[in-house]
């Protein structure tokens, strides 16, 4: 049984996410022992020049690298990221355990995306679209994707 971390900025305030969060965690808990870290967001203020902005990802970057595992696996959700298909997806997740890879962290930046610091520590990257998610959405995508993967490799069946 691997481990997987989620490290993401800020927290979520809606039931309706947590409730799925805590489904999909309980649904992994036979698979792998699942952690999720949130980390401290920044208030963006309405119209912030590009500098502001930047300054804000290297805040949120900083409490993001302070939680990386150094033995760890890092993947970093990015629009420009590899796409996979779900069956791509459970390949990847397992060949990583396969090859002796324990810990797999992935990382959901915050409302202005991950930091240049962060995104070169990851060790991968992968994109879910080429929209933008609110990051409460993606934990949850995210999850359920782990989930099916895991459902996949084992050979059980799952919705499709």
Same mark, same amino acid.
């Given at each position: 049984?691997?481990?997987?971390?989620?490290?993401?900025?800020?927290?979520?305030?809606?039931?309706?996410?947590?409730?799925?969060?805590?489904?999909?965690?309980?649904?992994?808990?036979?698979?792998?022992?699942?952690?999720?870290?949130?980390?401290?967001?920044?208030?963006?203020?309405?119209?912030?020049?590009?500098?502001?902005?930047?300054?804000?990802?290297?805040?949120?970057?900083?409490?993001?690298?302070?939680?990386?595992?150094?033995?760890?696996?890092?993947?970093?959700?990015?629009?420009?990221?590899?796409?996979?298909?779900?069956?791509?997806?459970?390949?990847?997740?397992?060949?990583?355990?396969?090859? #002796?890879?324990?810990?797999?962290?992935?990382?959901?930046?915050?409302?202005?995306?991950?930091?240049?610091?962060?995104?070169?520590?990851?060790?991968?990257?992968?994109?879910?679209?080429?929209?933008?998610?609110?990051?409460?959405?993606?934990?949850?995508?995210?999850?359920?994707?782990?989930?099916?993967?895991?459902?996949?490799?084992? #050979?059980?069946?799952?919705?499709?």
């Amino acid at each position: 049984m691997g481990n997987i971390s989620i490290i993401c900025v800020g927290k979520i305030k809606e039931k309706y996410w947590n409730d799925a969060i805590t489904e999909y965690s309980k649904r992994l808990s036979r698979y792998c022992k699942l952690s999720i870290v949130e980390v401290a967001d920044e208030k963006t203020p309405d119209n912030a020049p590009p500098a502001v902005e930047e300054q804000i990802r290297k805040k949120e970057a900083e409490r993001i690298l302070k939680n990386i595992d150094e033995r760890a696996h890092v993947c970093v959700l990015a629009i420009k990221g590899k796409r996979y298909t779900s069956e791509a997806f459970s390949e990847y997740i397992s060949g990583l355990g396969v090859n #002796g890879t324990s810990h797999i962290q992935f990382v959901i930046g915050g409302s202005l995306g991950l930091h240049e610091s962060v995104l070169k520590r990851a060790d991968s990257s992968i994109s879910f679209s080429d929209m933008t998610f609110p990051h409460q959405m993606m934990r949850v995508i995210l999850l359920e994707q782990i989930y099916r993967g895991y459902k996949i490799f084992c #050979g059980e069946p799952y919705h499709k």
